[in-house]
């Protein structure tokens, strides 16, 4: 055993002597920390308006405003202006939008609402949308709309 200690400490001595003739390390500079605007978990938050997910939505919103409504003429998104998001256990949408009513009736059963001629009247609605990445699900659980003038 000793013939391989005495290699080891020759090559630790070396090493160290080596190590005595570097330069010291110069200090690190650190970067000044500025604070930045993060939304709070749980909080509402501004969305682009034309994302796939709020406009995904806020298709779903108006197909459930179709339902509930006692129109006789079914109803198209025509804008959002407006959207925020929440994420919770679920992804939360606000949405404001311009919807119009169709030439298409209910009863048609039109399954492209898209393809429907719009008519002259039009509403400014907010919808609040719960969206569960679990099941791929949107419920709608307020609607609120107003005739636009």
């Known amino acids: 055993m000793a013939p391989l200690l005495l290699p080891l400490l020759s090559l630790i001595s070396t090493l160290y002597l080596v190590a005595q003739g570097q330069e010291q390390p110069q200090p690190i500079e650190e970067e000044p920390i500025t604070a930045k605007n993060i939304q709070p978990l749980g909080g509402w938050f501004s969305r682009d308006p034309e994302s ?56 048609e059963n039109n399954s492209d ?12 609605c907010t919808f609040e949308v719960w969206f569960n990445p679990r099941n791929d699900k949107h419920e709608i659980s307020t609607t609120s709309c107003q005739k636009q003038i």
Do not use: H, P, W
């Open 113 to 124: 609402v898209e393809s429907c001629v719009l008519g002259k009247k039009r509403l400014t």
């Open 52 to 107: 796939l997910e709020v406009q995904t939505a806020a298709k779903a919103a108006v197909d459930n405003f179709n339902i509930q409504s006692n129109a006789r003429k079914l109803f198209r998104l025509i804008n959002v202006i407006s959207a925020e998001t929440q994420v919770t256990n679920m992804i939360n949408y606000r949405i404001e939008a311009i919807i119009g009513k169709t030439k298409c009736l209910k009863t």
